[in-house]
């Protein structure tokens, strides 16, 4: 079956610019998970959904950053008012169910560029 | 809160040859996952290994294995006869219980003909 897909590949925006970016996890999986990927931050987690619900939204850095996931299962995640410190790969996981006995698996990222 | 160290940012090692990339990490959880994570250039993120916690015995996944030391929070990789696929960034990484991942900054390893 089809892996975790997301889009765009690549986003180049303007500084101050709305961005949206889409995830697509396995079918079946009710957990999704969002990380940033920077030069200066590493990888870092950023926000946990168990179905529709996020109980985990703690790595989420600014109000400017939200998420919402629909029918358990597609994810966005949108950025206002893009800033140059949000260049990233943004990488979106899925898992058959929370805990730390499912294997996540990842997607092939977004590429963020903010001028 | 949980952290995860890899002190050793770049290691070369030469086809057919052993590398291990070392990581530790500090909680204060008792029952956890720990995993190796590869990511070549096509930036896919891919598991190599996983350990649990409560079990002593060390993981093995064909020419990866790890050393796992619970008391010393460490958590090695050893890749045995290295090939040129190999050539990665490797995380080390911590699972809470709600599967939250902690990484650590990263190994580059370059596997050299």
């Known amino acids: 079956g089809a892996g975790v897909s997301q889009s765009p590949s690549n986003k180049v925006t303007e500084k101050g610019k709305d961005v949206e970016l889409r995830c697509d996890p396995i079918?079946?999986?009710?957990?999704l998970y969002w990380y940033r990927q920077s030069l200066g931050q590493g990888l870092e987690f950023l926000i946990y959904f168990q179905g529709n619900s996020a109980p985990d939204k703690s790595g989420l850095p600014s109000d400017r950053f939200s998420a919402e996931r629909t029918g358990g299962s597609v994810s966005t995640l949108t950025i206002q008012r893009t800033q140059q410190e949000d260049s990233a790969v943004y990488l979106c996981?899925?898992?058959?169910?929370?805990?730390?006995?499912?294997?996540?698996?990842f997607g092939p990222g977004t590429r963020l560029t903010v001028l | 809160a949980q952290t995860v160290t890899q002190s050793q940012p770049e290691m070369s090692v030469q086809e057919a040859e052993t590398v291990t990339l070392s990581c530790t990490y500090d909680?204060?959880?008792?029952?956890?996952?720990l995993f190796w994570y590869k990511q070549p250039p096509s930036r896919q993120m891919i598991l190599v290994i996983r350990?649990?916690?409560?079990?002593?015995q060390n993981a093995t996944e064909n020419r990866f294995s790890v050393n796992f030391q619970k008391a010393a929070k460490s958590f090695s990789l050893k890749i045995s006869d290295s090939q040129l696929g190999d050539t990665a960034m490797y995380f080390c990484a911590f699972q809470d219980s709600w599967g939250k991942l902690q990484f650590g900054a990263g190994t580059q390893v370059v596997v050299t003909p």
């Open positions: 079918s079946g999986h009710t957990a």
């Open positions: 350990q649990e916690a409560y079990k002593q």
């Open positions: 996981a899925s898992s058959l169910g929370p805990g730390s006995y499912n294997e996540q698996f």
């Open positions: 909680t204060s959880e008792n029952n956890y996952y």
